[in-house]
């Protein structure tokens, strides 16, 4: 079976400083990594994905992850933080050719001026 | 090109009422997923369908829940006598491919928040 887990729940940085959310995945073979977010009251959008190739995959919005196979993690990060990252964010993990997302409990991020 | 449509995107339903939720898929996708957003949780899998068939429903609950996928219209989840528990964001999904392959990904709904009063 396959899990997810996302280090901290809420998560507080100031404008411009550096963004980094945290997750560790369990999966038994070659695994899909997704970053997602998720805004109040709207569905989720995928900001990135992991598949095959380059381990360092950039997303919309200047966020970019790193599949660390050796650490088992899909670290999400962005150099410098907006107000308008504020909001919820998903990392989930498929079986390659499967069809299921197996979701992470989400972090708030919190962006203060 | 409009993406995954749900609706209604609030509904509230007293116990013991029935509850339907509905999901048009994007044009040309072909697989709609369903998936439940708890308070404080992540997103739970629910069901897989295809046009008119039902591929997994691994994470359905066993009683009260059903999802169909027919030929024309949009897919339906349908709650019967719903309880306080079953309060809770319900999102749908769509992807035109077949699982697997560096291309696959979903297309997510704005979810309906059902609230059982």
């Known amino acids: 079976a396959q899990s997810v887990t996302q280090l901290g729940s809420h998560v507080s940085v100031s404008e411009g400083a550096l963004v980094l959310l945290r997750c560790n995945y369990s999966?038994?073979?070659?695994?899909?990594l997704f970053w997602y977010v998720q805004y109040p009251n709207q569905g989720l959008q995928l900001l990135l994905k992991?598949?095959?190739?380059?381990?360092l995959v950039k997303g919309i919005n200047g966020f970019e992850a790193e599949f660390k196979k050796s650490e088992t993690s899909f670290h999400l990060t962005k150099p410098s933080a907006h107000m308008s990252d504020a909001a919820e964010y998903f990392c989930a993990v498929s079986d390659q050719g499967y069809s299921t997302l197996t979701f992470g409990k989400g972090t708030m991020l919190l962006v203060s001026p | 090109n409009a993406g995954v449509m749900q609706n209604p995107r609030h509904l509230v339903r007293r116990r013991g009422q029935e509850a339907r939720l509905r999901c048009s898929p994007m044009?040309?996708?072909?697989?709609v997923y369903w998936y439940r957003q708890l308070p404080e949780e992540g997103l739970k899998f629910m069901v897989y369908?295809?046009?008119?068939?039902?591929?997994?429903e691994s994470g359905m609950p066993k009683e009260r829940f059903s999802a169909e996928f027919p030929k024309e219209g949009p897919s339906i989840l349908r709650i019967q006598q719903v309880v306080r528990g079953d309060s809770a964001a319900y999102f749908c999904?769509?992807?035109?491919?077949?699982?697997?392959?560096?291309?696959?990904?979903?297309?997510f709904g704005s979810g309906t928040r059902l609230t059982v009063v």
């Open positions: 999966s038994s073979v070659p695994p899909y």
């Open positions: 999904a769509s992807s035109p491919l077949k699982p697997g392959g560096t291309n696959y990904g979903y297309t």
């Open positions: 369908l295809q046009k008119e068939n039902i591929i997994d």
């Open positions: 992991y598949t095959t190739g380059a381990t």
């Open positions: 044009k040309g996708h072909s697989h």
